[in-house]
């Protein structure tokens, strides 16, 4: 996991993040036009420019293997992984033990 840029930012005083749509990039003249919920839309100037887009986890037209295969784009997606490691290593410990007690018998 990386640090969030918005805490990179408080210690680079020419850093600037924002959240938006880029509704136009003009490389030419080192522009981007940017709409944020609620203001109006405006132009940016940039000396080096750093387009992060949004994902969404996709299953090739089958939605359905979504409850099988978990996303891995957040820190609770990585938690809810870990859990359900644990859990299954748990188990599987439990019933070795079984398993033995009755072997042994």
Do not use: C
């Not at 080192?30 to 132009?43: H, I, M, Q, Y």
């Amino acid at each position: 996991m990386a640090a969030p840029l918005r805490q990179l930012s408080q210690r680079q005083p020419n850093l600037s993040v924002l959240l938006g749509e880029v509704t136009d990039i003009e490389l030419d003249y080192r522009r981007v036009k940017v709409s944020s919920p609620g203001l109006p839309a405006t132009n940016i100037t940039f000396d080096y420019l750093v387009v992060a887009t949004g994902v969404r986890p996709t299953y090739f037209g089958h939605d359905e293997f979504a409850q099988f295969a978990p996303s891995l784009k957040t820190i609770a997606d990585a938690e809810w992984i870990r859990a359900r490691i644990l859990s299954a290593v748990s188990l599987i410990a439990a019933l070795s033990r079984r398993m033995d007690r009755r072997a042994r018998r």
